[in-house]
């Protein structure tokens, strides 16, 4: 028997009733008293207040788009400040003196040099793919605690280095799947453990995108040479090439660098949906796709599908997922995780969860229900439904929410303050990344991929 079990909301949730054609009533089994009490529990973060010992020194190491939002979110943590940062290009660490403007704040072009710095207490990575696991190791060696970006690892074999530093030097370590601490995840976690959409079957995932930076044509500086670049360390754990500022500033393009659509957007549905359901992971991995549009160079595809199977466990029943992404696609930025089950379905974003409830209902007067065999007499019933829209249900964070990308981070140094756990630790990142990377391996050698998600290890049949 799966278990089923409730846990209290953290954060307050307004459900809105949205009635369909012909009068949608509410869902007793789902909207009960105990769930309003529930979901109107509030933590007051921005009222707490922290001694100077609370205080916790970030350093920022990769200070391109996302680093620069993660510490431009990690700040307005109350407690935190940013002491240093560290980008391969000075035009990045000029930007972060003029953007930061602590008098303070150190600057380098050199990761090991944060490292080695006393008063730095933790360390967002937010560097280009391949480097997230040296970095990541050789800081938690040094006793500090780590905010990686997703995916945690470059290649399948990098999780078990990540997940063995963390163990040895009991640093906090969280990955940057900022979905994992948003409302919509966590309401969804206890809509599905409580039956909303009964037993889960499948689930599906799409984000669609159609803009040159979006697919990740992004800008080149003018001045970016070898002068302002260093490109020798850029590609030190790499395959050595001349320079190339393409390949420095639109690195998630190419093989080397970055994890493909794969790393950078499927690893956030995989994070979401195996926190939701309580998954570790599939263990068939499929894919397909193209370079249909952005023929820029890139070695990676702008359209790609995958489907993966998820075996029978003790925590849910087995169910299949699709996912997919189009860089091509002129609807815009379309994104959303699907869940469907034997009693309905749930849309589940970062400050929203959409519940559909189905409903049958058969209409007496159907003439199609009863029905003669002209020549034996024989009567046959036709248990015909009526085409009656599910009921609609909405759960939307309350007004004032700060989002799941402050909520991660807030995590991340809760966590540093008290040695308490995380949303996503190692462990966790790993099984998030692994069939995402095995989706770029089945799409480049057209093979099936296997994995046990239990004992993280590829199987080869």
Same mark, same amino acid.
């Given at each position: ?274 926190? !939701? +359901?309580?998954?570790?992971?599939? %263990?068939? $991995?499929? #894919? *397909?796709?193209? =370079?249909?549009?952005? &023929? ?56 929203? !969860? +959409?519940?559909?409830?189905?409903? %049958?209902? $058969?209409? #007496? *007067?159907?003439? =199609?229900?009863?029905? &003669? ?89």
């Amino acid at each position: 028997m799966r278990k089923k079990s409730t846990e209290r909301s953290r954060r307050s949730f307004i459900s809105n009733i949205t009635k369909g054609v012909i009068g949608a009533t509410i869902i007793p089994s789902i909207v009960t008293a105990k769930d309003r009490k529930r979901n109107l529990i509030e933590l007051t973060r921005s009222q707490q207040n922290f001694s100077a010992n609370d205080q916790v020194q970030v350093a920022l190491i990769g200070s391109g788009g996302m680093g620069t939002a993660d510490a431009n979110t990690c700040i307005t943590v109350p407690g935190v400040k940013l002491v240093a940062v560290c980008d391969l290009y000075d035009g990045r660490l000029s930007e972060a003196k003029k953007r930061w403007t602590n008098n303070d704040l150190y600057t380098t072009r050199d990761y090991l040099e944060i490292l080695e710095r006393k008063d730095v207490d933790a360390v967002i990575i937010a560097t280009p793919d391949h480097w997230h696991k040296d970095i990541s190791v050789a800081a938690m060696n040094k006793g500090k605690h780590v905010y990686c970006e997703k995916p945690m690892v470059h290649d399948i074999t990098e999780g078990p280095a990540v997940i063995d530093a963390q163990k040895k030097n009991k640093v906090v370590f969280q990955v940057g799947s900022q979905g994992m601490s948003s409302l919509g995840n966590e309401k969804a976690k206890q809509l599905l453990k409580e039956g909303a959409i009964g037993e889960l079957n499948y689930a599906e995932a799409f984000y669609a995108r159609m803009s040159p930076e979006g697919a990740w044509q992004y800008p080149i500086p003018a001045d970016a040479s070898p002068a302002t670049v260093d490109w020798d360390r850029y590609i030190a754990n790499t395959t050595k090439r001349p320079f190339d500022k393409t390949r420095f500033f639109r690195w998630r393009n190419y093989r080397d660098y970055g994890t493909g659509v794969s790393g950078d957007l499927f690893v956030h549905l995989f994070s979401s949906l195996h926190f !939701v +359901t309580g998954s570790v992971g599939p %263990n068939k $991995i499929m #894919a *397909t796709g193209g =370079l249909r549009y952005w &023929k820029d160079g890139r070695e990676v595809p702008d359209i790609m599908l995958g489907m993966f199977d998820y075996p029978d466990t003790k925590i849910h029943p087995a169910f299949n997922l699709s996912v997919r992404v189009n860089f091509v696609d002129g609807t815009g930025g379309t994104n959303y995780l699907r869940m469907v089950g034997s009693e309905g379905s749930m849309t589940v974003e970062w400050d929203k !969860v +959409t519940l559909f409830k189905n409903r %049958n209902i $058969i209409d #007496a *007067t159907d003439p =199609l229900l009863k029905t &003669k065999n002209v020549n034996t007499g024989k009567e046959y019933v036709y248990e015909r439904k009526s085409m009656v829209p599910p009921e609609k249900l909405e759960y939307t964070a309350e007004e004032g929410y700060k989002g799941a990308h402050f909520d991660h981070h807030y995590n991340w140094i809760n966590a540093i303050r008290n040695n308490g756990e995380v949303a996503e630790n190692p462990l966790f990142g790993y099984r998030a990344a692994a069939p995402a990377l095995l989706c770029n391996d089945s799409y480049f050698s057209n093979n099936i991929m296997h994995w046990d998600p239990e004992n993280l290890k590829q199987i080869n049949k």
